[in-house]
């Protein structure tokens, strides 16, 4: 029974920001990796930005110098800052988590998606 809860969508104006919170809850043992993904109706869904348990992170390049990801391990919460919000950012934002639920194997858990929408 894990559940990611996302908030922190809605419209921005180009150029604008947003600030995207993600958090596990449930019978959570432990995360592995963490992360965003995003799709818009024709497309397929693609990774965004992506963190280990540790530091590391990836971004995909479209979103390079302008998102920031980050986590808050003791809250078992992901973040997604992203700034100079462009058009071609408009999307339902999906958060992912590598979950080990009570004491078992990794698996991946999906939020039902919060949308962003960037338009003057």
């Known amino acids: 029974q894990v559940q990611l809860a996302e908030s922190g969508g809605g419209l921005v104006q180009p150029g604008g920001s947003l600030r995207l919170s993600c958090a596990a809850s449930g019978s959570v043992f432990s995360i592995n990796t963490m992360g965003w993904f995003r799709q818009d109706p024709g497309k397929e869904r693609e990774l965004v930005a992506r963190i280990t348990s540790g530091i590391s992170t990836i971004y995909a390049d479209s979103v390079k110098g302008r998102f920031t990801i980050s986590r808050d391990k003791a809250k078992n919460t992901v973040y997604l800052q992203m700034s100079s919000l462009k058009p071609e950012d408009t999307a339902v934002y999906y958060c992912?988590?590598?979950?080990?639920?009570?004491?078992?194997?990794?698996?991946?858990?999906w939020g039902k998606g919060t949308l962003v929408t960037v338009s003057s």
């Open positions: 992912n988590a590598e979950v080990a639920a009570s004491r078992g194997p990794l698996m991946d858990y």
